[in-house]
């Protein structure tokens, strides 16, 4: 079956640093991939899509990579800023269908 | 505008009691799904529905969970003879239609957190 791999440790950086969160997939073959923002008791926000057949996608301080030889997303947050503490969701998707990771939780401190 | 709205915010059910949860989607919305988050898991999908097609039950866990969205629009998800193991918060999320095209991802509500005691 689908399986979708965040890392399930909090990722704790500096302010300022960049972070860089991994989402790994096995058993799946996404046409595309989606990241979410979710905040506590909130539901997840949309932030970026990539398709598979790009290799980079970028939005303010955002920037998710799609390999799809390694079977493996990655999402940065340039310049972290407390305010961007949350979880983040991966999300590969196929058609209409999206399978959602657990989410790897971020706190950036001051 | 208005977002994705879902009521009751908090629910608490004896085991064995049956729940209804209510999503109001954004407007114009043609899709709809559910799905179903544990504490610390990921989102778990239950059903989805796109328009006046048959919804896609794939994801229901057991014969205990229904859902339905009366003309396109309110969707409710029915749990009946709640078990403990029901416990989740529930979210419901609209979109314009294909979830794949960048003008038109997942909008979520704050979901439906139930409680079986």
């Known amino acids: 079956s689908q399986k979708i791999e965040q890392n399930s440790e909090a990722l704790n950086i500096q302010e300022g640093k960049t972070a860089t969160l991994t989402c790994n997939y096995t058993?799946?073959?996404?046409?595309?991939l989606q990241w979410y923002r979710q905040d506590p008791g909130r539901g997840p926000v949309f932030l970026l899509l990539?398709?598979?057949?790009?290799k980079e996608k970028r939005k303010e301080r955002l920037k998710v990579t799609f390999d799809t030889t390694l079977k493996q997303s990655l999402f940065h947050i340039t310049a972290s800023q407390p305010a961007d503490s949350a979880t983040y969701l991966c999300?590969?998707?196929?058609?209409?269908?999206?399978?959602f990771g657990g989410g790897t939780r971020l706190m950036v401190k001051p | 505008g208005a977002g994705v709205s879902q009521s009751p915010s908090n629910k608490v059910t004896e085991k064995g009691k049956d729940v209804e949860l209510r999503c109001d989607p954004i407007s114009g919305h043609t899709a709809l799904y559910w799905y179903r988050q544990s504490l610390g898991q990921g989102l778990e999908f239950l059903i989805y529905f796109q328009g006046n097609s048959a919804p896609d039950k794939s994801g229901l866990p057991s014969d205990r969970f229904s859902a339905e969205r009366t003309g396109g629009s309110v969707s409710t998800l029915t749990i009946q003879r709640t078990q403990q193991e029901d416990s989740a918060v529930y979210l419901c999320?609209?979109?314009?239609?294909?979830?794949?095209?960048?003008?038109?991802?997942?909008?979520f509500g704050n979901g439906t957190r139930l409680t079986v005691t």
């Open positions: 058993n799946y073959s996404p046409a595309y």
């Open positions: 999320a609209s979109s314009l239609g294909l979830i794949y095209s960048y003008n038109s991802p997942l909008h």
């Open positions: 999300a590969p998707g196929a058609g209409n269908m999206l399978t």
């Open positions: 990539i398709r598979e057949n790009e």
